[in-house]
């Protein structure tokens, strides 16, 4: 038994178990169950996941920038020796002491979870291409849901709409890559967002163990997707300029269960379903969305944005540069700037460098994603 894996998992069940119903699925009738992933980020008491653990960085940031006798328990100031163009020139660090252990209810869609798909299949013969809807051929390069699912270690994209647990082909077309995917290149450019990266060095953002339930965990695939033996083996033991390594992470496995799992469906509910709730919960931030959308809201209602979404974070980060007034950061910034422009700039030149070694010899098949643009204007 691995004491320290089922802390971890219970540290972020105890922390969901106490939101109110409101960010949860609804109860379980004998029409159907909902059933939701959970992830979460433990560091020290703090349990946030992936996005929401960048928003709380970036509010200890401007706290600190605008309180400079105040102290985080997750970040500190940079000392000046520490700041250099080799090591990376933002004003903050994750504490030294500080490790970053990462739950999740589910198996990361993509690549490690390949193995347990099949398992799931009555018929686990991979579905020919040629019978795929013509809307999933569209994106050449990128598998996702079943397509082709006898073929591993490769880039897969988001399932997109699902159906139990396998994707329609029919669902729409994205490029966002899975979370397989996505957690294979955070073992190299760190927890942080890109936003995040301008302000917090990489060095210690790194996560050190993925803590799955153990019926989602297949050793075979997790080492294939993110060992320095698989498909990371190319970038093994490598390190670029600005603080970032390949900093594999242990995958370990816990005995407890998620309450909202698919596999804690009750045997009287004779349908399951996706819940479309989602919380998000950090030190600064407590909320509900619908479909990415705040609890309550319309969808084109200006207040209906998370603080989580880009524009807002974005918006913080911006705060907490004008804050510093730090020369070397500011120089390349206009009052008024497009989000894609500024990750063009050299600011973001280290996390680019290290995202094309990564897709190019480990992650080949990665087709970018710029996502959407926006201007914002600091203050």
Known sequence: MDTEANRIAMAVLVTYDSLSAKYKPVKATDDFFQWVSLSGIVALKQIVALRSFNQFLLHECLDLATSPTKLSPIIRRRESHEISESKGLQP???????ELHMYSSEAPCGDASMESLMEAQVDATPWPVDQLHPAAKKLPGLLRGRESFGELGIVRRKPGATLAICARADSPQTLSKSCSDKLALKQCTSVLSSFTSLLVNPANAYIKSLVLPKGQYSERACQRSFGPKGRMKPVANHRWSGGYAYCPFKVRTTD???AFSRRSKPASSRE???SNVAAVLNPYVQEALILG?????QRFDP???SAICSKRMWKTTLQVLAALGTPKLLQSISVSSRVQDWKKSVLFADRQRVKADVTAAALSGWIRNDGDDF???PG
Do not use: M, N, W
């Open 92 to 98: 903050f660090s994750i504490l030294d002491d500080l």
């Open 256 to 258: 407890h269960e998620f």
């Open 272 to 274: 399951l379903r996706t």
């Open 293 to 297: 959308r705040l609890q309550g809201r």
């Open 303 to 305: 207040k209906a944005a």
């Open 375 to 377: 201007e914002v204007q």
